[in-house]
C-alpha cells in the first residue's frame, strides 16, 4: 500500500441545520418536533415520516441510553436513544465503562459539530 495524505480545505454552511449545527458544538442538543403529528427527531429530519415538512426547533435534554455499542481502532460508538426523540442516533461514546448505559451530549473538542456522548454520573447505591 501506498500511503499518501491528501489535505482538502472546503466549508459547509449548515443551511436549515443551523439551530442543531450551533447547540452540537456547545454540547446541546436541538431537534425537531413534527407540526403534524408531534414526533421530535434527533437528529434532526427535514421531513417527518408522517410526511410533514413542517416543524419546530425543541430543546432537548441531552441524555441518552446506549442501546448498542462497538469498539474500533479509532473509538467506541453506540446506538442511542435520545430522551425525547422518536429516533435514534449513532455517536461516540467517551469514557464508556462496559457498564454504563446512561451518558449525556457533551460539546466537541474542537468547532467540528459532532455527536459525542460522555457517562453520566453514577447513582450512588446504599
Ligand atoms: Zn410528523
Not at 491528501?6 to 441545520?17: H, T
Amino acid at each position: 500500500m501506498i500511503s499518501y495524505e491528501l489535505a482538502l480545505p472546503y466549508s459547509l454552511e449548515p443551511g436549515w441545520l443551523a439551530p442543531y449545527v450551533e447547540a452540537l458544538q456547545k454540547g446541546r442538543a436541538m431537534g425537531r418536533s413534527c407540526s403534524k403529528c408531534g414526533s421530535v427527531s434527533f437528529p434532526p429530519q427535514r421531513r417527518c415520516q408522517c410526511g410533514s415538512g413542517e416543524a419546530q426547533w425543541v430543546r432537548l435534554s441531552g441524555k441518552a441510553s446506549v442501546l448498542l455499542r462497538t469498539h474500533g481502532s479509532d473509538g467506541t460508538f453506540g446506538l442511542v436513544q435520545f430522551e425525547g426523540a422518536t429516533n435514534k442516533a449513532v455517536t461516540r461514546l467517551e469514557g464508556f465503562a462496559s457498564e454504563i448505559t446512561d451518558g449525556h451530549l457533551i460539546a466537541p473538542p474542537s468547532d467540528v459539530p459532532a455527536l459525542i456522548l460522555a457517562p453520566s454520573k453514577s447513582r450512588s447505591t446504599p
